[in-house]
Each structure stands twice: as C-alpha cells, then as structure tokens.
C-alpha cells in the first residue's frame, strides 16, 4: 500500500548501538557495525519509496568525547560504508553531501567521504545527507562566519540580510526543512541535530536500538506522520 503523504526530508538520530551490543555480550564497535546493516535498509526503501531528502546523524562534534578506540572503529565504519556502498548508492542515483566539518577527519574518512561527494554531485535521486563532526550549534557559526565574509566583501548589509541568506550558508543549502525527525533507542532530545531546519518538523521517538530498527518500523513511523495535521503555527480551519 502507498503511503498517502511522505514527508520530503526524514532526519533520523541513530542511537542505541552501544546498549544493543551490551544487550548481546558484544564489543561497541560490532554494535556500530550491526548499526550500519539497519542503515542500508533504510537508505534503499527512502530510495525506492521516494523520499526527497534524508538526513542521517552519525558522528556529532561532542563524539570526539569518546573513548578512542571507539571513535576509531567509528571512523574506519565510514571508510568502510563509502567503499562498499558507493556503487550501488551512485547507479540508485542517490546524491551524497556530507553535513559538518570534514577537514578534521582522519586523513582516510576525509578522502571516502569527499570521494563519495564527488562521484555522486550529479546524481538526481535520494539527496543523502551524512552527519559526521556535525553539530547545529556550530553549523549556525560556520554560517555566521560566511555571512560576515560576504558582508565585508559589501555583498550584503544589515539591511539586506534576510532569513534565505542564512539558510543559503547553512550545510543544507537549497534543500526543504525537515518534516520529520526519528530518534531509536527511548531518548527524546534531538542532540544538537538539524535544529534550525527542523523548527516545525514532527518528532517521532522510538524505544527500539537503532540496529533492530527495520524498513516495517520506518514504514508504521511515515504512515504516522501522514495522519498527522501540520499547521505551522496557525491553526486548522
């Protein structure tokens, strides 16, 4: 059955690797890899399915914090992920842009990661966006920074500056506001993730670990947010 009304850009927050792998008596890094299975799932059915846009949180400025074999094992998944996928991403012409700073990936992530840009800037399916050193705070100051290199430049005034100057420098340049954001695990917060585009998104928080979230799970959440009356602030007539 098709679903009525699909949101045009999905935000999921992945979490839960770490308590599913101390729920099966297995390492945190195999709980990341276990994580990366339910996301291949969910990336084709976004495909297939016809979703504009999805967002995918996957290493944030505060997982640096981390132990460092964790972060570690995380930055080798990317690597991983891009050269074992990115085929099968490019021939589903599925477009990748990769929100946050990348020049502070290890040398390794920081190639996958822009190789899988590069390869994939013409593609005109699925937009993928992948979080990694990303965090919304700082996505607003490396916005700010740019608008004031503009304003210098005398490309800009106080005058001129409107709210699509800012969301033109913001990661997600050119794309629709998020509809819908999706966190696993039971934690209702949204962690410093997308907060601006998602100011009027819907919230779905679900009790599953990320890595036992599959594509009927993904499916009951989007028939959910078809049901529901977005009215943006005014109200329904």
Same mark, same amino acid.
């Given at each position: 059955?098709?679903?009525?009304?699909?949101?045009?850009?999905?935000?999921?927050?992945?979490?839960?690797?770490?308590?599913?792998?101390?729920?099966?008596?297995?390492?945190?890094?195999?709980?990341?890899?276990?994580?990366?299975?339910?996301?291949?799932?969910?990336?084709? +059915?976004?495909?297939?399915?016809?979703?504009?846009?999805?967002?995918?949180?996957?290493?944030?400025?505060?997982?640096?914090?981390?132990?460092?074999?964790?972060?570690?094992?995380?930055?080798?998944?990317?690597?991983?992920?891009?050269?074992?996928?990115?085929?099968?991403?490019?021939?589903?012409?599925?477009?990748?842009?990769?929100?946050?700073?990348?020049?502070?990936?290890?040398?390794?992530?920081?190639?996958?990661?822009?190789?899988?840009?590069?390869?994939?800037?013409?593609?005109?399916?699925?937009?993928?966006?992948?979080?990694?050193? +990303?965090?919304?705070?700082?996505?607003?100051?490396?916005?700010?920074?740019?608008?004031?290199?503009?304003?210098?430049?005398?490309?800009?005034?106080?005058?001129?500056?409107?709210?699509?100057?800012?969301?033109?420098?913001?990661?997600?340049?050119?794309?629709?506001?998020?509809?819908?954001?999706?966190?696993?695990?039971?934690?209702?917060?949204?962690?410093?993730?997308?907060?601006?585009?998602?100011?009027?998104?819907?919230?779905?928080?679900?009790?599953?670990?990320?890595?036992?979230?599959?594509?009927?799970?993904?499916?009951?959440?989007?028939?959910?947010?078809?049901?529901?009356?977005?009215?943006?602030?005014?109200?329904?007539?």
């Amino acid at each position: 059955m098709q679903i009525e009304h699909l949101p045009r850009h999905v935000a999921i927050i992945m979490d839960g690797n770490g308590r599913w792998a101390k729920r099966h008596a297995l390492s945190v890094a195999m709980g990341h890899r276990q994580g990366v299975e339910a996301l291949r799932e969910i990336i084709r +059915y976004s495909s297939d399915i016809g979703i504009k846009v999805l967002s995918l949180y996957a290493f944030s400025t505060e997982n640096w914090q981390r132990p460092a074999f964790e972060v570690k094992a995380l930055m080798q998944l990317i690597v991983e992920f891009f050269h074992a996928e990115i085929d099968e991403l490019h021939e589903n012409k599925v477009k990748i842009r990769i929100l946050g700073g990348k020049d502070a990936l290890p040398e390794e992530a920081r190639k996958a990661v822009l190789m899988a840009e590069e390869r994939t800037q013409k593609n005109t399916g699925l937009q993928l966006n992948i979080a990694i050193n +990303y965090g919304a705070r700082d996505e607003l100051l490396h916005a700010v920074k740019k608008l004031l290199e503009k304003a210098q430049k005398g490309e800009i005034s106080a005058d001129t500056l409107s709210l699509s100057h800012l969301e033109e420098a913001l990661y997600t340049a050119s794309q629709p506001d998020v509809d819908l954001v999706i966190r696993t695990s039971g934690e209702k917060r949204l962690s410093n993730f997308l907060l601006y585009q998602s100011a009027y998104a819907e919230l779905s928080f679900l009790d599953k670990l990320w890595p036992d979230f599959k594509v009927a799970d993904y499916r009951q959440v989007l028939e959910d947010f078809s049901g529901r009356q977005r009215r943006f602030g005014g109200r329904q007539a």
